[in-house]
């Protein structure tokens, strides 16, 4: 072993002594063990907060729940059979057997069933409800939540709004309290009471998305978009804000599944009560009307019209003879106000034409050629079938090349077939034209609501505007619309 020499060792003995000393010092007088150093107290953990922010739906579903109810139809279909109406072998034929066990013939008849929801608005049994929920049913069935049924009566139903009224033969039964749609503040919490699938009175909720939504079809009704869960059978039941107000009827959907997918959309109840109101009383519902086919302002329209906003419905057609036509209106005409009420789009104009009791005289602020104009039209009645549209004209001969565009005039069989006076037809579209949606086929009716009846005015008129961007009223298959052409 090696040994380590003596000044080492006296080294290694001066070290341990200082080392002991030092821990001498710290021992405390009395030689108990020294407490251990305080850490820093933590902050206790704070109880979880209850309900905050978060809605309670409890006492909003025990008041109202009563008044919604569950609506089952019947329909007679006449169906086919499951092999396409093929016929039976004979019975001398040795498939005769294997066809009359495995694929037997259908009834040409059979009873269909469908369910739906509604809710209560008044206590002798008037009920309110989606039109599409009873169309063409044979017999409505309305189950209440202390399990009763009734057998129930179509009092009237309106598809282009789809609000149907019903009644029940019952009397004392609870009812809704109607809220104001026009109050709604998007972002608020909202309920819906229904039977998806059939599960009698769930409870769905969720916030308004978004207020005064127009779909496609559906002019008439300025719908309460919402992300409340909303299923097949949840249709005609009710949509509660947060003090127990009904403000709208469910009724569609936006699915490319065929289940909820996150957007659904209710009828507001004061559109909806109107229509029940006139089919109470008249059994139909009168809408109306002035005769004017309208399209939507893009800022390019809006800046080749002189307009500084897109506000207002642009006049793309006016019918002969209509009460738009007779109080002046012309293709071009932007309608800014309609019986004192601002038209914020076009979407709007509808409904606000709807609402006007067919015979009354309103007036109209419209612009035309860079200046406001006043009008007056008096409004007649929606008929209640649409009228067909014409078909398109066959192509022309005659040729001209201008802006991209091949254009002729129109002939008089051509016009006729149209019921049009006047228009250039396009043959071919290319470059710019194309670009703004051009096609072939279409005939241009005028540019800058200045009318072109032939190729002649139509390069008159195109020779007196500068580069920039144009407005070219189009006829296609019997509808007028407007496309914004840039003009080099």
């Not at 206790?44 to 109202?64: C, K, M, Q, W, Y």
């Not at 309208?294 to 019918?319: R, Y």
């Not at 602020?365 to 009645?381: D, M, Y």
């Amino acid at each position: 072993m090696h040994a380590i020499k003596p000044s080492t060792k006296a080294l290694l003995l001066a070290a341990s002594l200082i080392a002991l000393s030092a821990c001498s010092k710290q021992e405390p007088a009395s030689g108990t063990i020294p407490a251990p150093a305080k850490q820093a107290e933590l902050p206790a953990p704070s109880a979880p907060r209850v309900g905050v922010n978060l809605p309670d739906f409890t006492s909003l579903i025990e008041a109202h729940g009563p008044a919604v109810v569950n609506i089952s139809t019947t329909q007679t279909v006449n169906a086919r059979s499951r092999r396409g109406d093929m016929p039976l072998p004979q019975e001398d034929d040795p498939l005769f057997d294997f066809f009359r066990r495995f694929m037997p013939q259908q009834p040409r008849n059979y009873q269909a069933q469908s369910l739906g929801s509604g809710f209560i608005i008044a206590s002798d049994g008037t009920i309110l409800t989606n039109a599409h929920v009873v169309a063409d049913a044979d017999e409505v069935t309305v189950r209440l939540t202390d399990k009763r049924e009734f057998k129930a009566k179509v009092l009237g139903s309106d598809k282009r709004t789809d609000v149907a009224v019903i009644k029940i033969n019952a009397d004392k039964l609870p009812i809704v309290t109607l809220g104001q749609p026009a109050q709604l503040r998007v972002g608020e919490w909202v309920v819906a009471i229904g039977s998806p699938f059939g599960f009698d009175n769930s409870v769905t909720a969720g916030i308004v998305s978004a207020k005064g939504r127009s779909l496609p079809e559906e002019n008439y009704v300025p719908f309460i978009q919402t992300d409340v869960p909303i299923n097949p059978g949840n249709s005609g039941g009710p949509l509660f804000n947060m003090r127990g107000e009904v403000v709208g009827i469910n009724s569609q959907i936006y699915s490319r599944s065929g289940g909820y997918m996150g957007i659904s959309f209710a009828i507001p109840i004061d559109v909806a009560m109107n229509v029940a109101k006139q089919l109470q009383q008249n059994g139909k519902v009168s809408r109306g009307r002035i005769g004017v086919q309208i399209q939507p302002l893009s800022q390019e329209l809006a800046q080749s019209f002189g307009l500084k906003s897109t506000d207002g419905a642009l006049v793309s057609m006016v019918e002969p003879g209509s009460p738009a036509a007779r109080a002046g209106m012309q293709p071009g005409d932007v309608i800014l106000k309609f019986n004192g009420e601002p038209v914020k789009g076009s979407s709007e104009l509808p409904l606000i034409v709807a609402n006007v009791h067919p015979g009354s005289k309103v007036p109209v602020q419209i612009w035309r050629r860079g200046q406001s104009l006043a009008l007056s039209v008096t409004v007649a009645e929606m008929p209640t079938e649409k009228v067909a549209a014409n078909q398109p004209a066959e192509p022309a001969t005659a040729k001209i090349q201008r802006l991209g565009l091949q254009i002729s005039d129109l002939d008089a069989e051509q016009k006729n077939e149209l019921g049009m006076h006047g228009g250039v037809l396009v043959e071919n579209a290319e470059g710019d034209a194309a670009k703004a949606g051009v096609q072939e086929g279409d005939v241009i009716v005028a540019i800058n609501s200045v009318a072109t009846p032939s190729v002649a005015a139509f390069n008159k008129v195109l020779g007196k505007t500068g580069p920039g961007t144009v407005a070219l009223l189009i006829a296609r298959e019997g509808n007028t619309l407007y496309l914004p052409m840039r003009i080099r």
